[in-house]
């Protein structure tokens, strides 16, 4: 069982694809009230612990718990405490985002008129009440990232899972997701988050864990992994550096 305090717990993940083994055996504490970040190279499998995290993928192995209640075996009472926001995954692109945060909400088995409150609220603080009657399919990158994360915290989650949530958003709007995020683990939720960003993450985050080739390479809150460095320094001496290196001569101008 996890320890006490422990929002989200990770037992023995395990998932590959083909030959490939995405995830190998991961195990994961995240404690309550924390913000914690994942970070790893591309192909590292980040994603598809996240995905497996929150019930998107199956695992081949492995358990995942939500405030002690198994994801896999209780659904219905786990995912309700569970906001995401996947990276990739397609929405209804031919709704408005007030219809799509609208419609998230009676998916939640949500009252019409708390979704209504709610969505105003979450529309107003993510600076997207300009756009509540554009086609998000006519959304860009950034603001599609922003009303997914006004979907994933409509019904008032008790655990956040965010696949790269600031990945194509402006300063202003990471300003204000920044906000909203501390403002939620003030509140005693929780956030796990992934990022290439390690600068970003050594600003949000009190707690990292670090991943490379489905595998935790160190974790735990944010001085303990840095031990006396930087992140990105440390990532590197757990990661490797880039592949082999080569003088590009051919691309000098004279």
Not at 127 to 136: F, G
Not at 203 to 219: E, F, P, S, T, Y
Request: hydrophobic share 45%; charged share 20%.
């Amino acid at each position: 069982m996890p320890p006490n305090g422990t929002a989200l717990a990770l037992r023995g993940l395990y998932k590959h694809f083909g030959s490939t083994i995405a995830v190998d055996g991961i195990d994961l504490d995240v404690p309550t009230g924390s913000l914690y970040g994942m970070v790893g190279p591309n192909g590292a499998g980040k994603t598809t612990t996240l995905s497996m995290a929150t019930g998107l993928l199956t695992p081949d192995a492995g358990s995942v718990l939500v405030h002690s209640i198994d994801l896999w075996a209780e659904p219905e009472k786990a995912k309700p405490l569970l906001g995401v926001l996947p990276d990739g995954l397609r929405t209804f692109d031919r709704l408005t985002g007030a219809e799509l945060i609208s419609y998230t909400g009676l998916l939640r088995g949500m009252d019409p008129a708390t979704i209504e409150s709610r969505r105003d609220d979450l529309l107003a603080a993510l600076d997207l009440e300009v756009y509540s009657r554009v086609l998000v399919t006519d959304f860009s990158a950034g603001m599609m990232k922003k009303v997914s994360l006004a979907c994933a915290l409509v019904h008032a989650p008790r655990v956040l899972v965010l696949d790269e949530p600031f990945e194509a958003v402006d300063p202003v709007s990471a300003g204000a997701i920044r906000r909203i995020l501390s403002a939620f683990v003030d509140s005693g939720g929780t956030v796990i988050m992934s990022s290439h960003v390690m600068a970003l993450v050594e600003r949000v985050c009190d707690h990292v864990a670090i991943v490379g080739n489905g595998r935790i390479l160190a974790h735990g809150s944010l001085d303990e992994v840095r031990g006396g460095t930087d992140l990105e320094e440390r990532f590197v001496s757990l990661v490797g550096d880039a592949g082999e290196r080569r003088d590009l001569t051919w691309l000098r101008q004279s």
